[in-house]
């Protein structure tokens, strides 16, 4: 109807009211038949100017000449060994089961005893060159099959005629033919082979880059093993999560944390150094960029955030505007010991909701650092300890001078770090 | 036969301690090739460039299709001449342009144009057979319009858009260490004592004059990188207070 309207033609009812007097009338109220009311209003409550579709032909039923029942009867499958016997549901027409083998027995693909002898006659013939074979063979298998169904029968025969004590050694049984495998095999050369240059450069950049990660891991492994052996175990769950790019913080362990963090970064500078040593040219800022990415990558995309918003606050620019050898140098450093500090804090954290008495362990905190909370922390009351943590911890905030100053309780923030010696003044 | 000795004193004027420094890498009779296998190990000699561009509004002369006069341009950070170092600079620009490949095979290394669009300009950087066979590549968006809109534009200030960056050779071939070692424009690493190559004739000045951008047309316009201040602001931030928490272990 408004296609009708757009090209300004008269309605249905006019132009041929002879014929299709009884019709009109209907039409709007009459439900056609073979689609859904809501589905022919789609077209606009018509019929539409070309039909596509006769619809009539839409909810077409079969020919009703044949009468079709469905019946449960049982069938067996040529390509089964067994005489197994199932059942399923088969559409009979007149009265006439189908015939034919079962219809999924094609896809067995099993070799007749016609066809072997066809395979091992081309393979006298041909001197075991399978290619040829291949060709030359009747029915379409691919070498592999070939291959296989010679090398088992051959292996087959071996052992039918020899005694199993003295075939061991030969070939065909120590090393028999593995077709999965070498369909693989050859899969993946084809691939190798179809590569583009451009694929080939990208693929030996992403080798590079997995040996720089496994070389950091191992050269962080290294020292980290020597200094607590429980850290150990996380090394290889690290290096696992580096190469498929997931973020793990190093290591959980509160003393060799520092120094297991140091030596790592230590281990990603070389290798960045030696890749980019290849290079034979490459600008500053890229350096810088492989070098910090390098320092990061045991670290999370937040930390990572982190680091850079610490690194805004205190007037630094993301990426140096004159990025010269000793800018870059100082760069880097300023965001590992960036990195180094939230590691540390973060570690800080954990312990303590854990509840666990760290006490001791040289942890350093931090007061008023930027990202934690607004400088206005200075400027907290001072919030006294709760009874219930005062023996033990006092004696130990003797020892250490900027111990944490935190509670799991009190949640006191980190700039309280240096109110304890106060509270040891004036409380004891 | 005495060229298969090494380290045995060498046909330049090299000296023996040369021998121990240097790394033989591939052993030729050529004199020329030797200069170019023998490398400096751990070594690094840099380039500190700068690239950008400056455009100017034409203001009553400017067209719908050529509001802007643009010239982009890769400059010594001294403003030096590069061309010991950079033998051809290649500016991929924006296909609208007729050749948009414009080869620039002496110094300055830069290019004007005139248009109306800002695009991502791709230069290509391509040096001496003695300093390295791989070219470098860098890309720098071409701004015309300044960030602030109020007001007309100017035609007397133009849009200056510069980055600083340093062009890093490491192992640096003896041969390109001999021909820069006095060149302003190139930093190269302090060699031990008795470490002697001699450099080549130094080139006639008045090219020299042509290459440098010192007194370059466009110079008034030159940003000023001061590593000066960059270095400051780093040692201040490393300095802070809570930072020195880490050592504290």
Known sequence: ?428 | MSARKQGDGQPEDGGATAGKRLKIAKFSEDPEKKGLSRRLKDAEISLPIVYGTIAFYLGRKASESQSHKWTVYVRGATNEDLSAVIKRVVFQLHPSFNNPTRVMEAPPFELSECGWGEFEIAISLFFHPDVCDKQLDLYHHLKLYPEDESGPQSTKKPVVVESYDEIVFPDPSEAFYARVQNNPAVIVPRMPAGFNISAPAPENTSERERGDTKDHPLSQWFMNFSEADELLKLAAARQQPFMEMIYEN
Not at chain 1, 113 to 123: I, V
Not at chain 1, 165 to 188: C, F, M, W
């Open chain 1, 1 to 428: 109807m408004d296609a009708k309207d757009i090209l300004g033609l008269p309605k249905n009812q006019l132009p041929i009211p002879q014929e299709k007097k009884s019709r009109p009338p209907k039409e709007p109220q009459r439900k056609p038949d073979g689609i859904s009311r809501e589905v022919y209003a789609l077209t606009g409550g018509l019929a539409p100017l070309m039909p596509s579709v006769d619809v009539s032909q839409l909810k077409r039923r079969p020919p009703s000449d044949e009468k079709v029942t469905w019946q449960w009867l049982p069938f067996t499958n040529s390509a089964r060994k067994d005489d197994l016997q199932l059942f399923h549901w088969v559409r009979v027409v007149n009265g006439v089961p189908p015939t034919g083998d079962y219809a999924f027995a094609k896809y067995n693909k099993a070799w007749t005893k016609e066809e072997t002898d066809q395979l091992f006659d081309l393979c006298e013939r041909f001197d075991l060159r399978f290619i040829v074979i291949a060709d030359r063979f009747p029915s379409s298998r691919t070498v592999e099959e070939l291959k296989d169904r010679y090398y088992s029968v051959s292996r087959a025969l071996l052992s039918a005629r020899a005694p199993p004590a003295d075939i061991t050694g030969h070939p065909l049984v120590k090393e028999p033919y593995n077709i999965s495998q070498e369909v693989e095999r050859k899969r993946a050369l084809s691939m190798v082979l179809s590569q583009t240059k451009q694929q080939e450069r990208k693929d030996t950049e992403v080798l590079a880059e997995a040996k720089r990660i496994t070389e950091s891991r191992m050269a962080a492994k290294g020292p980290e093993e020597s200094e607590l052996p429980a850290v150990a175990n996380i090394g290889p769950d690290n290096s696992q999560r580096a190469i498929t790019g997931d973020a793990v913080t190093p290591s959980t362990a509160m003393p060799s944390s520092a120094i297991a963090a140091s030596s790592t970064l230590m281990a990603d500078n070389a290798s960045t150094l030696a890749s980019l040593r290849m290079l034979r040219v490459y600008l500053r800022t890229y350096a810088l960029d492989q070098m910090v990415q390098a320092a990061s990558a045991s670290a999370g995309l937040r930390t990572i955030k982190r680091v850079e918003q610490t690194l805004q606050e205190l007037g630094v620019n993301l990426k140096p505007k004159v990025p010269t050898k000793a800018v870059c140098a100082e760069h880097l450093e300023l965001r590992k010991e960036i990195l180094t500090l939230l590691n540390l804090q973060k570690q800080l954290q954990y312990k303590e909701a854990e509840g666990t008495s760290f006490q001791d362990s040289p942890y350093s905190e931090t007061p008023g650092t930027p990202k934690r909370a607004p400088r206005g922390d200075q400027d907290r009351p001072f919030m006294p300890d709760p009874l219930g943590f005062g023996g033990d911890r006092f004696g130990k905030r003797d020892q250490k001078r900027k111990a944490p100053g935190r509670t799991s309780e009190a949640a006191q923030s980190p700039s309280q770090s240096k109110r304890p010696r106060k509270m040891k003044a004036s409380d004891i």
